[in-house]
């Protein structure tokens, strides 16, 4: 498996319909679960800004852009195994990190943004809805 040396992934309120495939795809599922559960995490991060979720440090190359993919959800990838600086994929469209796209990669953050609701109108609710969702699984 090739590793990416930081990932990011933002979800808004259509992924919420998506957590299970979203725990299919994840290298370490049981992770989300423990912060779900209250419980210390071995390497997610798990935080929200203006209602969105935000999920840090998924391990495997790829991982964050395929959710994202599959949950209309917003990946960062930075510094892949694979080589190159690495991209954001806003769930149909990735774009290169390379200091030539930056500004694409800042469209495609501003275009998800205004097409994908958050989660919920403050941070505090929008993390209690993820935990109660996360603790039927």
Not at 18 to 44: N, V
Not at 53 to 74: D, K, Q, S, Y
Not at 79 to 88: K, L, M, T
Request: include cysteine; charged fraction near 25%.
């Amino acid at each position: 498996m090739n590793y990416t040396a930081h990932s990011t992934l933002i979800l808004g309120k259509p992924a919420l319909k998506r957590l299970e495939a979203l725990l299919k795809l994840m290298t370490d599922p049981e992770d989300l679960l423990r912060w779900a559960r209250g419980e210390p995490t071995e390497y997610l991060l798990v935080s929200f800004h203006q209602g969105y979720a935000v999920l840090e440090n998924l391990p495997a190359e790829g991982e964050a852009t395929e959710i994202a993919r599959l949950t209309h959800g917003f990946a960062l990838e930075i510094g892949p195994d694979s080589g190159g600086p690495g991209w954001v994929c806003n769930g149909k469209k990735t774009v290169s990190l390379d200091p030539f796209d930056l500004h694409k990669a800042a469209k495609l953050l501003e275009q998800w943004k205004k097409n994908t609701p958050p989660i919920a109108s403050s941070n505090k609710e929008a993390e209690k809805t993820l935990r109660k969702l996360l603790a039927d699984k």
